[in-house]
């Protein structure tokens, strides 16, 4: 038994997408890693547009049992933090949408998961997604390794295997979820 994981590394001019299926023994293969890309002179609706297109027709092609999301509390520039906030909005109605249970994982949690150190640079969480699954070369740019790595540490953390599928979700997650079904149902009445 297996299970694919989608891993996203949010942005908005480029948004890391990975999947890779986890056997329960936490052996990783890859499935599939892109870096959706939207041009800064498009107007902001459009590149939103763009990378919520791009998920669903992943999700649909390659019918992920679960997801992960990078979880970014902290930031130096907020045009970027606004733009990765955005982009998370995206997975997290995505992730309801296809009833997908999402887990959110630090930088720091993703780097130990991986190399067993919270402070690992690029190039080192890199090489390890590398290594794990048996690829020649680090996937390139940066945000296709970030969202596989994400994907990895979600696969051996997540508790893919249970009964219930569904992992736990924070007061607020829950809340977000609760919100989007209610949204949804109030757009289908007539």
């Known amino acids: 038994m297996s299970a694919r994981v989608l891993g996203i590394d949010p942005g908005l001019t480029r ?7 986890v056997a329960r023994n936490k052996s990783v293969k890859l499935v599939t890693v892109e870096v959706i890309r939207t041009s800064p002179e498009m107007e902001l609706p459009k590149r939103i547009l763009v990378i919520a297109n791009r998920i669903e027709q992943i999700i649909t092609e390659f019918q992920p ?3 992960a999301l990078e979880r970014v509390f902290a930031q130096q520039n907020l045009r970027t933090v606004m733009g990765v906030a955005q982009i998370s ?4 109605f995505a992730s309801a949408r296809h009833n997908l249970p999402i887990g959110l994982h630090t930088p720091t949690e993703v780097k130990a998961a991986l190399s067993g150190y919270g402070a690992a640079d690029k190039k080192q969480l890199g090489a390890m997604v590398a290594k794990v699954l048996g690829l020649a070369e680090i996937p390139k740019p940066a945000d296709a390794s970030d969202a596989l790595a994400l994907a990895i540490c979600h696969g051996w953390k997540g508790n893919l295997f249970r ?5 736990e979700l924070t007061p607020a997650q829950s809340k977000w979820h609760a919100a989007l079904r209610d949204a949804e149902k109030a757009r289908k009445r007539p």
């Open 89 to 92: 909005g995206v997975v997290l």
């Open 65 to 67: 049992t679960s997801m």
């Open 15 to 21: 948004c890391g997408v990975g999947i890779v299926e």
């Open 163 to 167: 009964e219930s599928s569904k992992t």
